[in-house]
């Protein structure tokens, strides 16, 4: 298992922008990183050097071609980030706005007919977008139950409900309020056998800071992500698009290349900060392996990662030192239980008798920042089953420390003692 070293760890924390203060409350725990991760230093860089270039991209001057010269270059850092050696990797407004573009674009282009496929884990960036499409397709959208229990959904539950039929699936790969992993690859395979034509749209969203993304590996046909879960910044998507459905008929400007799935001048800064992205991920990359390989070093920084976290998910749910961990706090419940190998980044908690609102205020005035998710359009479809009104999300990233998950739970005891 590969593990962080303190000088290793500290070297990640300072190429993190507010890494342990907000510019407005002072010193302080980041375990929020769900709702947007913290921001790489040379992220902050890129996009003021970017956004002071008055020239525009494809015109005849040497600053225009360094413009081009950039945009080229994230092209090619996105698709090693995506292990995407064919198809089209493109920006977008958000990573809702890409997997809204990705569903509309399949549900038109598809055969006529079907079932649209979605899972009840799915954020409502998914589900929202095939809900639309089938209507104004005119087709049945068909939700896979997930399992309240585990706070994630299989390729076995998936089985009941494929038929030749599928026009168009989607998939999240990691639960934005569970925080539970799904196995996109063994789903992906179990939709392709029963309808080989089917398009399938996976969400990334949650999951592209704590593991790989291999979509040649997955066999898919649309992948979304959103940057500023990915140690960027605000203000655009990324997206990947199989050649399949780049084929399909889309929005686009009359004339212009029939591969292209961007609408309009992209702001040349979002490129140039995934390539920032993509160059933190090789760095951390090249001290877990050896390889002069990019791709390869993108993997080993994605294992370390996902090592580094669990080792922080277990001393969150069963303590440090002596510390008492969240399954002992009585009253306290884990939303997809205490045991879970398959949880990334968040852990999702609720106190009997105690609102969510009441313990996130109180971890905040104590210098630790978490969120509360209320059942609502965004979380409700995991929520409410259960029947909560509200949880706590305590979200955390490689670059949290045990020493500041001692102070949560320091805290949390503190909370539950009172």
Not at 163 to 170: L, S
Not at 276 to 285: A, E, I, K
Request: glycine share 10%.
């Amino acid at each position: 298992m590969p593990m962080f070293t303190p000088a290793l760890l500290d070297a990640v924390r300072a190429r993190f922008a507010h890494v342990d203060a907000c510019p407005f409350s002072g010193l302080r725990v980041f375990f929020e990183n769900a709702g947007g991760a913290l921001t790489l230093k040379s992220v902050v860089e890129t996009s003021a050097t970017y956004a002071a270039i008055p020239d525009n991209q494809g015109r005849d001057n040497p600053a225009s071609k360094a413009i081009m010269a950039a945009i080229d270059r994230a092209k090619a850092d996105m698709r090693l980030f995506f292990n995407a050696p064919s198809g089209q990797v493109f920006v977008g407004e958000s990573g809702t706005e890409v997997l809204f573009r990705l569903v509309r674009t399949a549900a038109l282009g598809a055969a006529p007919g079907g079932i649209l496929l979605s899972t009840t884990l799915e954020h409502p960036a998914s589900r929202s977008a095939m809900a639309r499409w089938a209507d104004v397709t005119g087709r049945k959208h068909v939700l896979v139950p997930h399992d309240d229990a585990t706070g994630c959904v299989t390729a076995a539950d998936y089985l009941p409900f494929l038929t030749p039929e599928i026009r168009v699936a989607t998939i999240v790969h990691t639960s934005p309020v569970t925080g539970m992993a799904v196995d996109a690859g063994a789903i992906a395979a179990a939709i392709r056998k029963a309808a080989p034509h089917c398009f399938i749209i996976v969400d990334g969203i949650q999951h592209a800071s704590h593991g790989a993304v291999d979509v040649a590996g997955l066999g898919i046909d649309g992948y979304a992500i959103s940057p500023y879960k990915v140690f960027s910044r605000h203000g655009y998507g990324v997206g990947w698009a199989s050649d399949r459905l780049t084929g399909c008929t889309k929005e686009t400007v009359i004339g212009g290349p029939a591969t292209s799935w961007e609408m309009g001048t992209r702001d040349t800064g979002s490129y140039a900060t995934f390539s920032d992205v993509v160059s933190y991920f090789d760095w951390l990359g090249s001290h877990f392996t050896s390889s002069e390989d990019r791709r390869t070093r993108l993997e080993a920084a994605a294992a370390a990662i996902h090592d580094h976290e669990h080792m922080l998910a277990e001393a969150m749910v069963n303590g440090t030192g002596n510390l008492r961990g969240l399954k002992d706090i009585p009253g306290l419940h884990i939303i997809g239980g205490a045991a879970n190998a398959r949880r990334e980044g968040v852990v999702s908690v609720w106190l009997e008798g105690r609102p969510s609102e009441e313990v996130v205020s109180f971890l905040n005035d104590r210098g630790i920042r978490t969120h509360t998710r209320k059942a609502d359009h965004y979380s409700g479809n995991v929520l409410s089953p259960l029947g909560l009104k509200d949880c706590v999300r305590i979200s955390f990233s490689h670059y949290n420390t045990l020493a500041e998950v001692a102070q949560f739970l320091t805290a949390m005891n503190e909370f539950t003692s009172a």
